[in-house]
Protein backbone atom coordinates (compact mmCIF):
# COMPACT_ATOMS: atom_id res chain seq x y z
CA UNK A 1 0.00 0.00 0.00
CA UNK A 2 1.42 3.07 -0.93
CA UNK A 3 1.10 6.34 1.58
CA UNK A 4 1.36 9.94 1.20
CA UNK A 5 0.24 12.17 2.80
CA UNK A 6 -3.80 13.28 2.64
CA UNK A 7 -5.65 15.26 5.13
CA UNK A 8 -8.32 12.61 4.11
CA UNK A 9 -11.95 13.60 5.40
CA UNK A 10 -10.89 16.00 7.68
CA UNK A 11 -9.69 19.79 7.98
CA UNK A 12 -6.11 19.98 6.81
CA UNK A 13 -3.25 21.87 9.19
CA UNK A 14 -2.76 24.98 7.22
CA UNK A 15 1.01 25.87 7.63
CA UNK A 16 -0.02 30.20 6.78
CA UNK A 17 -2.41 29.43 9.91
CA UNK A 18 0.59 28.89 12.23
CA UNK A 19 2.96 31.29 12.17
CA UNK A 20 5.77 30.35 14.74
CA UNK A 21 4.14 27.06 15.35
CA UNK A 22 6.85 23.87 14.75
CA UNK A 23 6.85 20.15 14.60
CA UNK A 24 8.58 17.72 15.48
CA UNK A 25 8.66 13.72 13.99
CA UNK A 26 10.49 11.41 16.04
CA UNK A 27 10.29 7.51 13.88
CA UNK A 28 9.61 4.70 15.27
CA UNK A 29 10.01 2.29 12.51
CA UNK A 30 13.03 1.85 10.49
CA UNK A 31 13.17 3.00 6.83
CA UNK A 32 14.01 -0.05 4.07
CA UNK A 33 15.02 1.02 0.79
CA UNK A 34 15.04 -1.74 -1.54
CA UNK A 35 14.59 -1.55 -5.79
CA UNK A 36 11.07 -3.05 -5.61
CA UNK A 37 9.74 -0.63 -3.11
CA UNK A 38 10.75 1.43 0.32
CA UNK A 39 9.10 0.79 3.47
CA UNK A 40 8.60 1.76 7.24
CA UNK A 41 9.37 -1.60 9.22
CA UNK A 42 8.36 -1.68 13.15
CA UNK A 43 8.61 -4.82 14.48
CA UNK A 44 6.71 -4.73 18.09
CA UNK A 45 3.92 -5.01 16.96
CA UNK A 46 4.70 -5.93 13.28
CA UNK A 47 3.77 -3.62 11.35
CA UNK A 48 5.01 -2.69 7.32
CA UNK A 49 3.73 0.54 5.54
CA UNK A 50 4.98 0.56 1.68
CA UNK A 51 5.41 4.67 1.10
CA UNK A 52 5.63 7.21 -1.71
CA UNK A 53 9.43 7.51 -2.61
CA UNK A 54 8.10 11.57 -3.03
CA UNK A 55 8.11 11.07 1.20
CA UNK A 56 11.45 8.96 1.13
CA UNK A 57 13.68 12.23 1.24
CA UNK A 58 11.62 13.62 4.10
CA UNK A 59 11.85 10.39 6.08
CA UNK A 60 15.81 9.87 5.90
CA UNK A 61 16.08 13.35 6.93
CA UNK A 62 13.74 12.68 9.95
CA UNK A 63 16.23 10.24 10.95
CA UNK A 64 18.90 12.22 12.10
CA UNK A 65 16.88 15.69 13.00
CA UNK A 66 13.25 15.39 14.20
CA UNK A 67 12.79 19.23 13.63
CA UNK A 68 9.81 18.72 10.34
CA UNK A 69 10.97 22.45 8.80
CA UNK A 70 14.27 21.34 8.06
CA UNK A 71 13.51 17.94 7.02
CA UNK A 72 11.00 19.40 4.33
CA UNK A 73 13.94 21.25 2.55
CA UNK A 74 15.50 18.08 2.01
CA UNK A 75 11.86 16.35 0.19
CA UNK A 76 11.66 19.50 -2.59
CA UNK A 77 7.80 19.46 -3.93
CA UNK A 78 6.22 18.13 -0.79
CA UNK A 79 3.73 20.80 1.01
CA UNK A 80 4.59 21.38 4.76
CA UNK A 81 0.58 20.53 4.57
CA UNK A 82 0.97 17.15 2.63
CA UNK A 83 3.56 16.09 4.84
CA UNK A 84 1.82 16.82 8.45
CA UNK A 85 -1.18 14.56 6.78
CA UNK A 86 1.44 12.03 6.22
CA UNK A 87 3.01 12.09 9.24
CA UNK A 88 -0.22 12.08 11.34
CA UNK A 89 -1.23 9.02 9.73
CA UNK A 90 2.05 7.13 10.86
CA UNK A 91 1.76 8.88 14.20
CA UNK A 92 -2.05 6.97 14.41
CA UNK A 93 -0.32 3.70 12.99
CA UNK A 94 2.66 3.85 15.23
CA UNK A 95 5.14 4.30 13.30
CA UNK A 96 6.17 8.07 14.48
CA UNK A 97 5.27 10.29 17.34
CA UNK A 98 4.59 14.05 16.00
CA UNK A 99 4.77 16.67 18.84
CA UNK A 100 4.17 20.46 18.89
CA UNK A 101 5.80 23.69 20.09
CA UNK A 102 3.54 26.25 20.06
CA UNK A 103 4.87 29.80 21.13
CA UNK A 104 2.64 31.50 24.40
CA UNK A 105 0.69 33.95 22.35
CA UNK A 106 -0.53 31.33 19.76
CA UNK A 107 -1.52 28.37 22.85
CA UNK A 108 -5.58 28.06 23.20
CA UNK A 109 -7.57 29.83 26.20
CA UNK A 110 -8.16 26.83 28.81
CA UNK A 111 -11.25 26.47 30.96
CA UNK A 112 -10.40 23.90 33.11
CA UNK A 113 -13.35 22.68 34.97
CA UNK A 114 -13.60 20.73 38.54
CA UNK A 115 -16.67 18.93 39.64
CA UNK A 116 -16.83 18.54 43.48
CA UNK A 117 -18.69 17.39 46.47
CA UNK A 118 -17.86 17.66 50.18
CA UNK A 119 -14.23 17.72 49.30
CA UNK A 120 -13.01 20.78 50.48
CA UNK A 121 -9.17 19.68 51.52
CA UNK A 122 -9.29 18.06 48.35
CA UNK A 123 -10.16 20.57 46.23
CA UNK A 124 -7.58 23.53 47.77
CA UNK A 125 -4.94 20.30 46.68
CA UNK A 126 -6.31 20.48 43.39
CA UNK A 127 -6.36 24.20 43.32
CA UNK A 128 -2.94 24.86 44.55
CA UNK A 129 -1.85 22.33 41.88
CA UNK A 130 -3.37 24.48 39.03
CA UNK A 131 -1.74 27.54 40.55
CA UNK A 132 1.49 25.90 40.07
CA UNK A 133 0.49 25.15 36.39
CA UNK A 134 3.26 26.27 33.95
CA UNK A 135 0.60 27.57 31.34
CA UNK A 136 0.19 31.88 30.46
CA UNK A 137 -2.35 33.17 32.89
CA UNK A 138 -4.00 35.33 30.32
CA UNK A 139 -5.11 32.42 28.53
CA UNK A 140 -6.32 29.90 31.78
CA UNK A 141 -9.31 29.80 33.57
CA UNK A 142 -10.34 27.37 36.21
CA UNK A 143 -14.25 26.99 36.68
CA UNK A 144 -15.21 25.42 40.22
CA UNK A 145 -19.03 23.62 40.08
CA UNK A 146 -20.21 22.95 43.91
CA UNK A 147 -22.34 20.24 43.45
CA UNK A 148 -24.54 21.73 46.46
CA UNK A 149 -21.91 20.36 48.65
CA UNK A 150 -23.55 20.48 52.19
CA UNK A 151 -20.26 21.94 54.27
CA UNK A 152 -17.85 24.80 53.29
CA UNK A 153 -16.57 23.93 50.31
CA UNK A 154 -17.60 26.15 47.59
CA UNK A 155 -16.14 29.36 50.37
CA UNK A 156 -12.87 27.45 50.54
CA UNK A 157 -13.11 27.57 47.06
CA UNK A 158 -14.05 31.75 46.62
CA UNK A 159 -10.55 32.16 49.05
CA UNK A 160 -8.62 31.01 46.01
CA UNK A 161 -9.73 34.13 43.74
CA UNK A 162 -6.73 36.13 44.34
CA UNK A 163 -4.38 33.34 43.50
CA UNK A 164 -6.49 31.63 40.46
CA UNK A 165 -8.27 33.44 37.63
CA UNK A 166 -11.11 31.02 39.58
CA UNK A 167 -14.69 31.30 39.23
CA UNK A 168 -17.09 29.24 41.46
CA UNK A 169 -20.64 27.97 40.30
CA UNK A 170 -22.51 26.78 43.28
CA UNK A 171 -25.69 24.30 42.22
CA UNK A 172 -28.79 24.93 44.50
CA UNK A 173 -29.25 21.23 44.31
CA UNK A 174 -27.00 17.92 43.74
CA UNK A 175 -26.57 17.01 39.81
CA UNK A 176 -24.10 14.91 39.62
CA UNK A 177 -20.41 15.15 38.16
CA UNK A 178 -21.69 14.81 34.73
CA UNK A 179 -24.26 17.34 34.76
CA UNK A 180 -21.28 19.61 36.98
CA UNK A 181 -19.28 19.07 33.47
CA UNK A 182 -21.76 20.50 31.34
CA UNK A 183 -22.61 23.56 33.43
CA UNK A 184 -19.13 24.32 33.79
CA UNK A 185 -18.79 23.97 29.60
CA UNK A 186 -21.62 26.11 29.20
CA UNK A 187 -20.49 29.06 31.12
CA UNK A 188 -16.91 28.48 30.40
CA UNK A 189 -14.95 31.25 28.05
CA UNK A 190 -12.44 28.98 27.26
CA UNK A 191 -12.06 27.50 23.52
CA UNK A 192 -10.80 24.45 24.78
CA UNK A 193 -12.02 22.37 28.18
CA UNK A 194 -10.00 20.75 30.84
CA UNK A 195 -11.22 17.90 33.01
CA UNK A 196 -10.02 16.88 36.22
CA UNK A 197 -11.20 16.10 39.44
CA UNK A 198 -11.36 17.83 43.01
CA UNK A 199 -9.12 14.48 43.69
CA UNK A 200 -6.53 15.44 41.26
CA UNK A 201 -3.30 16.80 41.25
CA UNK A 202 -2.14 18.03 37.70
CA UNK A 203 1.40 18.33 36.59
CA UNK A 204 2.86 21.79 36.03
CA UNK A 205 2.97 20.65 32.56
CA UNK A 206 -0.13 19.33 32.05
CA UNK A 207 -1.88 21.48 29.88
CA UNK A 208 1.96 22.77 28.20
CA UNK A 209 1.88 19.12 27.45
CA UNK A 210 -1.43 18.62 25.68
CA UNK A 211 -3.02 21.75 24.22
CA UNK A 212 -0.20 22.33 21.57
CA UNK A 213 -2.24 19.57 20.22
CA UNK A 214 -5.29 21.09 19.30
CA UNK A 215 -3.44 23.04 16.52
CA UNK A 216 -4.38 20.15 14.62
CA UNK A 217 -8.18 21.04 13.75
CA UNK A 218 -9.18 18.15 13.38
CA UNK A 219 -8.10 16.89 17.24
CA UNK A 220 -11.28 17.33 19.14
CA UNK A 221 -9.81 15.57 22.27
CA UNK A 222 -6.60 14.63 23.96
CA UNK A 223 -5.72 13.05 27.65
CA UNK A 224 -2.96 11.80 29.26
CA UNK A 225 -1.71 9.41 32.00
CA UNK A 226 -3.43 9.28 35.37
CA UNK A 227 -1.28 8.19 37.93
CA UNK A 228 -1.20 7.43 42.13
CA UNK A 229 -0.93 10.52 44.16
CA UNK A 230 1.52 8.38 46.47
CA UNK A 231 2.82 4.77 46.45
CA UNK A 232 3.13 4.18 50.20
CA UNK A 233 0.67 1.63 50.13
CA UNK A 234 0.98 -1.61 48.37
CA UNK A 235 -2.66 -1.31 46.52
CA UNK A 236 -1.00 2.55 45.70
CA UNK A 237 2.06 0.61 43.64
CA UNK A 238 -0.45 -1.85 42.41
CA UNK A 239 -2.97 0.77 40.86
CA UNK A 240 0.96 2.58 39.51
CA UNK A 241 0.42 -0.55 36.44
CA UNK A 242 -3.23 -1.70 36.89
CA UNK A 243 -5.36 1.27 37.16
CA UNK A 244 -7.91 1.61 34.69
CA UNK A 245 -7.37 5.43 34.60
CA UNK A 246 -4.34 5.05 32.56
CA UNK A 247 -2.99 3.53 29.46
CA UNK A 248 0.68 3.21 29.53
CA UNK A 249 3.23 5.22 28.18
CA UNK A 250 2.97 4.97 24.73
CA UNK A 251 1.02 7.80 22.86
CA UNK A 252 -1.84 6.76 20.81
CA UNK A 253 -5.10 7.50 18.92
CA UNK A 254 -8.18 6.87 21.07
CA UNK A 255 -10.44 4.49 19.50
CA UNK A 256 -13.42 2.43 20.78
CA UNK A 257 -11.36 -1.26 19.41
CA UNK A 258 -7.82 0.45 19.31
CA UNK A 259 -5.59 -0.13 22.28
CA UNK A 260 -6.18 2.81 24.38
CA UNK A 261 -10.30 2.99 23.61
CA UNK A 262 -10.86 5.81 26.01
CA UNK A 263 -10.05 8.73 28.11
CA UNK A 264 -10.80 9.77 31.73
CA UNK A 265 -12.17 12.75 33.13
CA UNK A 266 -9.52 13.00 35.49
CA UNK A 267 -7.35 13.78 32.89
CA UNK A 268 -9.01 14.64 29.45
CA UNK A 269 -8.62 18.50 27.17
CA UNK A 270 -11.64 18.50 24.90
CA UNK A 271 -12.85 21.33 22.60
CA UNK A 272 -15.39 23.41 23.57
CA UNK A 273 -17.37 23.10 20.42
CA UNK A 274 -17.11 19.70 19.80
CA UNK A 275 -18.26 19.03 23.50
CA UNK A 276 -21.49 21.18 23.05
CA UNK A 277 -21.79 19.51 19.84
CA UNK A 278 -22.11 16.22 20.70
CA UNK A 279 -24.87 16.91 23.30
CA UNK A 280 -21.72 17.42 26.28
CA UNK A 281 -22.01 14.36 29.03
CA UNK A 282 -24.12 12.28 29.22
CA UNK A 283 -26.22 12.01 33.17
CA UNK A 284 -25.08 8.51 33.48
CA UNK A 285 -21.93 7.18 35.81
CA UNK A 286 -19.79 5.78 35.81
CA UNK A 287 -18.99 5.60 32.35
CA UNK A 288 -19.63 9.26 31.36
CA UNK A 289 -16.90 9.71 29.85
CA UNK A 290 -16.03 6.54 27.89
CA UNK A 291 -19.51 7.18 26.30
CA UNK A 292 -18.45 11.22 25.38
CA UNK A 293 -15.02 9.96 23.85
CA UNK A 294 -16.97 7.42 21.59
CA UNK A 295 -19.55 9.46 20.43
CA UNK A 296 -16.79 11.83 19.44
CA UNK A 297 -15.09 8.95 17.85
CA UNK A 298 -18.34 8.20 16.07
CA UNK A 299 -18.43 12.04 14.75
CA UNK A 300 -14.96 11.62 12.97
CA UNK A 301 -12.91 13.60 15.30
CA UNK A 302 -9.48 12.50 16.45
CA UNK A 303 -8.73 11.92 19.94
CA UNK A 304 -5.27 11.37 21.25
CA UNK A 305 -3.86 9.87 24.17
CA UNK A 306 -0.27 11.53 25.33
CA UNK A 307 0.81 10.33 28.27
CA UNK A 308 3.30 13.05 28.50
CA UNK A 309 0.34 14.91 29.91
CA UNK A 310 0.21 13.80 33.81
CA UNK A 311 -2.33 14.18 36.75
CA UNK A 312 -2.17 12.41 39.43
CA UNK A 313 -5.06 10.75 41.23
CA UNK A 314 -5.64 10.16 44.96
CA UNK A 315 -6.24 6.18 44.41
CA UNK A 316 -8.00 3.66 46.78
CA UNK A 317 -5.42 2.83 48.92
CA UNK A 318 -7.64 0.26 51.53
CA UNK A 319 -9.01 -2.81 50.02
CA UNK A 320 -12.51 -2.70 50.16
CA UNK A 321 -13.25 0.83 48.76
CA UNK A 322 -10.73 -0.77 46.14
CA UNK A 323 -13.29 -3.46 45.13
CA UNK A 324 -16.00 -1.48 45.46
CA UNK A 325 -14.46 0.87 42.45
CA UNK A 326 -13.38 -1.47 40.55
CA UNK A 327 -16.86 -3.14 40.52
CA UNK A 328 -18.77 0.04 39.93
CA UNK A 329 -16.33 0.72 36.94
CA UNK A 330 -17.48 -2.81 35.08
CA UNK A 331 -21.15 -2.17 36.40
CA UNK A 332 -21.51 0.60 33.65
CA UNK A 333 -20.17 -1.77 31.02
CA UNK A 334 -24.05 -2.58 30.47
CA UNK A 335 -24.93 0.75 30.00
CA UNK A 336 -22.05 1.77 27.53
CA UNK A 337 -22.30 -1.71 25.49
CA UNK A 338 -26.97 -0.31 25.48
CA UNK A 339 -25.62 3.19 24.24
CA UNK A 340 -22.89 1.79 21.90
CA UNK A 341 -23.39 -1.74 20.85
CA UNK A 342 -21.20 -1.78 18.01
CA UNK A 343 -18.50 -1.59 20.10
CA UNK A 344 -18.93 -4.45 22.78
CA UNK A 345 -15.76 -6.23 24.05
CA UNK A 346 -14.30 -8.24 21.01
CA UNK A 347 -10.95 -10.71 21.23
CA UNK A 348 -8.85 -11.71 18.31
CA UNK A 349 -8.41 -15.17 18.25
CA UNK A 350 -6.02 -17.00 15.58
CA UNK A 351 -7.37 -19.67 13.98
CA UNK A 352 -4.04 -21.62 14.45
CA UNK A 353 -4.59 -21.04 18.49
CA UNK A 354 -8.68 -22.25 18.21
CA UNK A 355 -7.13 -25.09 16.48
CA UNK A 356 -4.23 -25.88 18.84
CA UNK A 357 -6.24 -25.29 21.42
CA UNK A 358 -9.21 -28.28 20.41
CA UNK A 359 -6.12 -30.52 19.92
CA UNK A 360 -4.95 -30.30 23.20
CA UNK A 361 -7.90 -30.67 24.88
CA UNK A 362 -9.02 -33.79 23.27
CA UNK A 363 -5.61 -35.32 24.50
CA UNK A 364 -6.02 -34.86 27.93
CA UNK A 365 -7.56 -38.55 27.55
CA UNK A 366 -4.65 -41.42 28.32
CA UNK A 367 -4.84 -42.89 25.58
CA UNK A 368 -4.15 -39.42 23.26
CA UNK A 369 -1.42 -37.91 25.23
CA UNK A 370 1.10 -39.11 22.93
CA UNK A 371 -0.08 -37.36 20.20
CA UNK A 372 -0.56 -33.73 21.93
CA UNK A 373 3.05 -32.35 20.21
CA UNK A 374 0.40 -32.61 17.44
CA UNK A 375 -0.92 -29.38 18.47
CA UNK A 376 1.85 -27.23 17.06
CA UNK A 377 1.29 -28.45 13.61
CA UNK A 378 -1.77 -25.00 13.35
CA UNK A 379 1.06 -22.92 14.47
CA UNK A 380 3.76 -24.03 12.00
CA UNK A 381 1.10 -23.53 9.19
CA UNK A 382 0.02 -20.31 10.21
CA UNK A 383 3.43 -18.92 10.36
CA UNK A 384 4.36 -20.55 6.87
CA UNK A 385 0.91 -19.05 5.38
CA UNK A 386 1.99 -15.67 7.09
CA UNK A 387 5.45 -15.91 5.44
CA UNK A 388 4.38 -16.81 1.78
CA UNK A 389 1.90 -14.43 2.19
CA UNK A 390 4.50 -11.62 3.18
CA UNK A 391 6.74 -12.54 0.10
CA UNK A 392 4.37 -12.77 -1.99
CA UNK A 393 3.82 -8.90 -1.59
CA UNK A 394 7.42 -8.19 -1.71
CA UNK A 395 7.70 -6.98 1.63
CA UNK A 396 11.25 -7.03 3.29
CA UNK A 397 10.32 -9.32 6.34
CA UNK A 398 13.34 -11.68 7.58
CA UNK A 399 12.00 -14.79 8.08
CA UNK A 400 13.27 -14.70 11.89
CA UNK A 401 11.30 -10.94 12.75
CA UNK A 402 8.60 -12.75 11.30
CA UNK A 403 9.16 -16.08 13.53
CA UNK A 404 9.24 -13.41 16.58
CA UNK A 405 5.90 -11.60 15.36
CA UNK A 406 3.87 -14.84 15.13
CA UNK A 407 4.79 -15.88 18.43
CA UNK A 408 4.20 -12.49 20.01
CA UNK A 409 1.10 -12.24 18.91
CA UNK A 410 0.37 -16.12 19.90
CA UNK A 411 0.84 -14.94 22.97
CA UNK A 412 -0.91 -12.36 23.17
CA UNK A 413 -4.04 -14.04 21.73
CA UNK A 414 -3.83 -16.30 24.31
CA UNK A 415 -3.28 -13.99 27.15
CA UNK A 416 -6.26 -11.63 26.00
CA UNK A 417 -8.25 -14.83 25.74
CA UNK A 418 -7.55 -15.67 29.29
CA UNK A 419 -8.32 -11.93 30.49
CA UNK A 420 -11.64 -12.15 28.57
CA UNK A 421 -12.39 -15.52 30.38
CA UNK A 422 -10.98 -13.97 34.04
CA UNK A 423 -13.02 -10.41 33.60
CA UNK A 424 -16.19 -11.56 32.20
CA UNK A 425 -17.26 -15.76 33.14
CA UNK A 426 -14.42 -16.10 36.34
CA UNK A 427 -17.77 -16.08 38.89
CA UNK A 428 -20.14 -18.15 36.64
CA UNK A 429 -17.56 -20.57 36.30
CA UNK A 430 -16.12 -21.05 39.82
CA UNK A 431 -19.66 -21.28 40.75
CA UNK A 432 -20.90 -23.82 38.53
CA UNK A 433 -17.61 -25.67 38.65
CA UNK A 434 -18.99 -26.41 42.44
CA UNK A 435 -22.66 -26.59 41.25
CA UNK A 436 -22.52 -29.40 38.67
CA UNK A 437 -22.59 -32.87 39.09
CA UNK A 438 -20.67 -33.91 36.06
CA UNK A 439 -17.46 -33.45 38.09
CA UNK A 440 -15.57 -33.99 35.22
CA UNK A 441 -17.25 -30.80 33.59
CA UNK A 442 -17.18 -28.73 36.51
CA UNK A 443 -13.54 -29.33 37.58
CA UNK A 444 -12.75 -27.73 33.95
CA UNK A 445 -14.87 -25.17 33.98
CA UNK A 446 -13.04 -23.76 37.76
CA UNK A 447 -9.85 -24.92 36.15
CA UNK A 448 -10.47 -22.99 33.35
CA UNK A 449 -11.45 -19.75 35.19
CA UNK A 450 -8.83 -20.42 38.00
CA UNK A 451 -6.01 -20.23 34.68
CA UNK A 452 -7.24 -17.65 33.68
CA UNK A 453 -7.42 -16.07 36.57
CA UNK A 454 -3.36 -16.51 37.46
CA UNK A 455 -2.22 -16.94 34.17
CA UNK A 456 -3.00 -13.32 33.59
CA UNK A 457 -2.08 -12.00 36.90
CA UNK A 458 1.84 -13.79 36.62
CA UNK A 459 2.18 -12.42 32.90
CA UNK A 460 0.95 -8.92 33.67
CA UNK A 461 3.69 -8.60 36.81
CA UNK A 462 6.37 -10.17 34.06
CA UNK A 463 5.11 -7.43 31.89
CA UNK A 464 4.97 -4.56 33.82
CA UNK A 465 7.52 -4.99 36.77
CA UNK A 466 5.46 -3.46 39.42
CA UNK A 467 7.74 -2.36 42.39
CA UNK A 468 5.34 -4.73 44.48
CA UNK A 469 6.17 -8.24 45.51
CA UNK A 470 4.62 -11.27 43.16
CA UNK A 471 2.73 -12.79 46.04
CA UNK A 472 0.32 -9.60 46.60
CA UNK A 473 0.81 -8.27 43.31
CA UNK A 474 -1.35 -11.26 42.20
CA UNK A 475 -3.23 -11.33 45.00
CA UNK A 476 -4.27 -7.71 44.42
CA UNK A 477 -4.83 -8.81 40.16
CA UNK A 478 -7.01 -11.83 41.39
CA UNK A 479 -9.43 -9.67 43.33
CA UNK A 480 -9.29 -6.95 40.76
CA UNK A 481 -10.82 -9.67 38.32
CA UNK A 482 -13.17 -10.93 39.96
CA UNK A 483 -14.57 -7.46 41.51
CA UNK A 484 -14.69 -6.54 37.68
CA UNK A 485 -16.72 -9.86 36.83
CA UNK A 486 -19.18 -9.44 40.14
CA UNK A 487 -19.56 -5.75 38.87
CA UNK A 488 -20.68 -6.69 35.25
CA UNK A 489 -22.94 -9.26 36.43
CA UNK A 490 -24.38 -7.14 38.85
CA UNK A 491 -24.93 -4.29 35.98
CA UNK A 492 -26.53 -7.13 33.86
CA UNK A 493 -29.41 -8.59 36.28
CA UNK A 494 -29.76 -4.26 37.33
CA UNK A 495 -30.55 -3.47 33.37
CA UNK A 496 -31.74 -7.15 32.61
CA UNK A 497 -29.47 -7.99 30.25
CA UNK A 498 -26.62 -10.87 29.30
CA UNK A 499 -25.58 -8.27 26.03
CA UNK A 500 -22.36 -7.24 28.11
CA UNK A 501 -22.03 -11.14 28.32
CA UNK A 502 -21.71 -12.06 24.76
CA UNK A 503 -18.44 -11.41 23.82
CA UNK A 504 -17.33 -11.29 20.46
CA UNK A 505 -14.41 -13.72 19.29
CA UNK A 506 -12.71 -12.65 16.29
CA UNK A 507 -11.08 -15.43 13.77
CA UNK A 508 -7.96 -14.15 12.44
CA UNK A 509 -6.30 -15.47 9.42
CA UNK A 510 -2.85 -15.24 8.00
CA UNK A 511 -2.52 -12.24 5.63
CA UNK A 512 0.41 -9.90 4.15
CA UNK A 513 1.83 -7.74 6.83
CA UNK A 514 2.41 -5.12 4.58
CA UNK A 515 -1.30 -4.17 4.50
Known amino acids: MHAIGRAGDQEAVRRDDLPGVTAHCRLRAQLIEQDDGIWLLAERPLRLLRVHP ?21 ARGLSWEAAIAFLERLSDEGLAQLTW ?121 VGGAVVPADE ?8 AVESPLTHGWEPARVQPRGAVPYLVTANMLVRRQALLAAGGFARIHPGED ?22 AHDHRDRLWPFLVRRASYASSEVVLVQRHPRYRHATVVPVALVFSVAWTVCCWRRRWRGLAPLALIPAVADLVAAARSTRRSGAPVPTLTLL ?9 ALYWLGRTVS ?74 TLRPLLVELRLYFPRSRSE
Not at 404 to 412: C, I, K, N
Open 423 to 496: RYYSWPALLAGGALRHRALGRWLAGTAGLGLAATALTDYVRKRPRLDPVRFVLAHLLDDLANNAGLLVGCLRHR
Open 232 to 239: TSWLDRYE
Open 404 to 412: RAEVRGTLA
Open 290 to 311: VDLVWRLCARGGRVLYRPQGVV
Open 54 to 74: RVVPLLRALQSDPAVERALRA
Open 101 to 221: SVPDDLLPTVSVVVPVRNRPAQLEACLAALARLDYPVDRLEVIVVDDASSDDTASRARAWSGRLPLRVLRLPERVGAAECRNRGAQVARGEILGFTDSDCLPNPSWLRELAPEFVRPSVVA
